[in-house]
């Protein structure tokens, strides 16, 4: 994938926790030990987060190894009812884009109406290949594609709030309504669009894990590890695809 400078990828991850990655308060974990596999059943959803070629080998924003998700994903999707799909889905000209501001480039900070925003190259621009959900994925029974992102002034990396904080994308009325309350977050990228889905869906009180085989992470100078203690610290529970039931 692009590479950026220690000093880009430092200030990418200050403008990550200034969005909102890092709260300052919320649901705390607590110590949990997992005894026999978990059979998902009809108040559990699968979120297959942003699996699309953008962000696999010869993506825009390629995931070092994101396609190797694809087999695990299809595997223990067998085991759900309810599977949400996420999609990245930008419109030209994004504010997210490093193209959209003369003289940045991707992986520099700027400031926005909401916040830091990290800068990216032009990646799932909406209708292209690029933004394309991999054509492997084998989830027939999924219900739902949520597209994201799709708002030019706003950055989207959860499923459930855009990055003003303030945006929902309806998904916690869709899955409240449904009568889910367990949600297992896969997809790409762990450090980003991954952490910030389970980290809303646990402010949102649902019980989460996320099934860290069925993730890959970007790592901007460490950046999957302080995503993974953030999300302990606030209940998510990490788990691997061998600890589901399979049908």
């Given at each position: 994938m692009m590479k950026a400078s220690s000093l880009s990828r430092r200030a990418a991850l200050r403008a990550l926790s200034g969005a909102g990655l890092y709260w300052a308060a919320g649901l705390q974990g607590t110590a949990w030990a997992r005894t026999a596999?978990?059979?998902?059943?009809?108040?559990?959803?699968?979120?297959?987060?942003?699996?699309?070629?953008?962000?696999?080998?010869?993506?825009?924003?390629?995931?070092?190894?994101?396609?190797?998700?694809?087999?695990?994903?299809?595997?223990?999707?067998?085991?759900?009812?309810?599977?949400?799909?996420?999609?990245?889905?930008?419109?030209?000209?994004?504010?997210?884009?490093?193209?959209?501001?003369?003289?940045?480039?991707?992986?520099?900070?700027?400031?926005?109406?909401?916040?830091?925003?990290?800068?990216w190259p032009d990646h799932c621009v909406q209708g292209t290949p690029d933004a394309a959900l991999d054509a492997q994925l084998d989830i027939p029974q999924a219900e739902l594609i949520l597209r994201k992102g799709f708002h030019k002034d706003v950055d989207s990396y959860s499923?459930?709030?855009?990055?003003?904080?303030?945006?929902?994308?309806?998904?916690?009325?869709?899955?409240?309504?449904?009568?889910?309350?367990?949600?297992?977050?896969?997809?790409?990228?762990t450090d980003f669009c991954v952490a910030w889905t389970a980290l809303d869906a646990r402010k949102a009180s649902f019980d989460t894990y996320v099934i860290e085989d069925a993730c890959r992470g970007i790592d901007l100078n460490g950046s999957v590890a302080a995503a993974w203690k953030t999300m302990t610290e606030h209940g998510v529970k990490r788990i691997q695809s061998t600890d589901i039931e399979l049908v």
């Open positions: 596999k978990i059979k998902p059943g009809a108040s559990s959803a699968l979120i297959v987060v942003d699996v699309q070629n953008c962000f696999v080998t010869g993506g825009t924003l390629a995931v070092k190894h994101g396609e190797d998700v694809v087999p695990v994903i299809n595997r223990i999707a067998k085991a759900f009812q309810n599977v949400v799909l996420t999609q990245d889905w930008h419109p030209p000209g994004h504010a997210s884009f490093a193209s959209s501001y003369p003289g940045k480039k991707p992986f520099e900070t700027i400031t926005l109406a909401y916040g830091d925003q990290a800068l499923a459930f709030e855009e990055a003003d904080r303030k945006t929902s994308t309806g998904l916690q009325g869709y899955l409240s309504q449904r009568g889910i309350d367990t949600v297992f977050v896969t997809g790409l990228a």
